[in-house]
């Protein structure tokens, strides 16, 4: 058979496979070829055999789809995993699945930093697209796998195709101006990946949905990571965004070829359930991100903690003035342990006299013992208002100097501090936003020691709205308070001190604190 013939069988056998990923792995590497890489390996991995069987069968619904009249569907698969699962190698067999058999298709690869995309993601492409059968239809370069020159040529002449759209490209992003991740369609195939998905911004997230608006046949979106971050849009994937995503996690130690001893002594260092264990080994979300300042866990079990009601802790309002047109101005009380009785109030797009107003509505219905107002930007407009309304109202300056300047560099991550103790035994409303707010804010020590929460400009920057509810909340800490049966009737307290369940400093108390 002449080499013309060897090839034109070769292109039709790799055709083949164009609905079946599973065919095209096994068939175009040289798996247990002696003298070749694979040599020692026999195929995939368990896992990696089962997800490209999934995106198979997806493939097959769309075909049934098509048939009826109707649009295909993207695909969209999320994986969370333990270290040294081969979650590189599946990203490259789907690249160079989709570079071979939807030739014309684009492949867009992300990964949470530009060294990890260069040095890790795209070299793994590279020495994977270099095993494959048909490696001589592609050039291969630090970033981008292109159709070789004599290719190009012959699908232009024969298919009359743009090669310019075809090619698996890695793309950095920018979080400060995302849309310049944007910009790649298809009408034959589009492919994002995004490798180590954890520690990629929400807006590129946001951003990356605009890649699938053509009605390509083949639209696939995988995310994959090791489970860093228990907030963020990887986490949402199994979470609040789970009805649109595929998900599976993948224990280190259910692996094939892997150390398992070495997986299992890291569970019998650090405990089966602590988070080192969960991320490094399980691959499951920690109950605490690396540097979030309050774990989920805790927000958790305060919304399914039961209210404990006490009538002697001081009612206490804390009021968040937005800032910016689609912050939230919020009101929030807090009674002792009890900051889920009394319902949030939020307002949006109203100016500081109409916010003054509702304010004083509240005070005048609730009767707080303090009112604590976020005097920054244009809180102080709000402030003075109320004030020449006759109400006694308190100014508080996020970026002022903390109680203890030891502990924290500013006022607002002292009261962050004091909240996140509080947490602990108090009661909050199941509230997804107030949850979203608590556990969104990382923090850092400076090199004073001091604790740093993180600000919300910093926050927007990781596509996390401000934190008003939160900021609300945390504002009913900003100074102790002395409840009115401290001030006028200290023969009412309990005599047993079972009763009392906040601290006591001269008298004065956080409600609850």
Not at 233 to 240: I, K
Not at 425 to 448: A, H, M, S, W
Request: glycine share 8%.
């Amino acid at each position: 058979m002449s080499a013309r013939n060897d090839q034109q069988e070769l292109t039709e056998r790799i055709l083949s496979f164009k609905y079946d990923p599973v065919g095209f792995v096994l068939f175009a590497y040289p798996w247990g070829v002696k003298n070749t890489p694979l040599e020692r390996f026999t195929g995939p991995r368990s896992w990696q055999l089962q997800e490209l069987q999934r995106i198979k069968e997806e493939l097959r619904e769309n075909r049934i789809r098509l048939s009826k009249g109707n649009n295909p569907l993207p695909i969209y698969l999320s994986i969370s995993s333990g270290r040294g699962t081969g979650k590189s190698a599946f990203l490259a067999w789907l690249s160079d699945w989709l570079m071979s058999c939807w030739v014309g298709g684009t492949c867009i690869v992300a990964a949470n930093t530009e060294a990890q995309l260069r040095s890790r993601t795209m070299a793994e492409k590279a020495r994977w697209n270099g095993m494959l059968i048909n490696c001589h239809w592609f050039d291969r370069s630090t970033t981008k796998i292109t159709p070789s020159t004599w290719f190009a040529k012959i699908l232009g002449k024969q298919l009359r195709m743009d090669t310019q759209y075809y090619y698996t490209e890695g793309q950095t992003w920018n979080e400060e101006n995302p849309d310049a991740f944007a910009g790649a369609h298809s009408q034959i195939a589009m492919m994002l990946q995004f490798d180590e998905a954890s520690g990629i911004p929400d807006p590129i997230w946001a951003v990356s949905e605009g890649f699938f608006t053509d009605l390509a046949e083949l639209r696939l979106w995988i995310v994959i990571s090791n489970p860093r971050r228990n907030t963020g849009m990887f986490f949402n994937t199994f979470h609040d965004n789970a009805a649109f995503w595929m998900q599976r996690y993948i224990d280190s130690r259910s692996v094939e070829g892997t150390d398992q001893a070495q997986y299992q002594r890291i569970a019998d260092m650090y405990g089966e359930d602590s988070d080192v264990t969960r991320v490094e080994v399980q691959g499951r979300f920690p109950r605490k991100g690396s540097n979030q300042f309050i774990s989920r866990e805790v927000v958790q079990d305060a919304i399914s903690r039961e209210v404990a009601p006490d009538s002697y802790a001081a009612l206490i309002m804390g009021v968040d003035v937005a800032r910016f047109g689609e912050d939230e101005s919020v009101i929030r009380l807090r009674h002792g342990r009890d900051a889920r009785s009394i319902p949030r109030l939020a307002f949006k797009g109203i100016d500081t006299m109409e916010l003054a107003r509702e304010v004083a509505t509240a005070i005048d219905r609730y009767k707080p013992e303090a009112v604590f107002i976020d005097g920054g930007g244009v809180g102080g407009g709000v402030i003075d208002r109320l004030r020449e309304l006759r109400y006694h109202v308190i100014e508080v300056q996020f970026g002022s100097r903390a109680k203890e300047p030891e502990r924290y560099l500013n006022k607002r991550s002292e009261m962050w501090g004091l909240m996140r103790d509080w947490l602990v035994r108090g009661c909050i409303d199941d509230f997804k936003q107030l949850e979203l707010d608590l556990t969104g804010p990382e923090y850092n020590v400076n090199d004073r020691d001091q604790l740093c929460l993180e600000k919300k400009k910093d926050m927007k920057k990781r596509g996390l709205t401000s934190p008003d509810d939160g900021d609300a909340l945390a504002l009913t800490f900003a100074e102790p308070v002395a409840s009115q049966h401290t001030r006028t009737s200290r023969h009412r307290r309990p005599t047993s001190s079972a009763n009392i369940d906040y601290e006591i400093y001269g008298g004065l108390t956080y409600g609850g604190a």
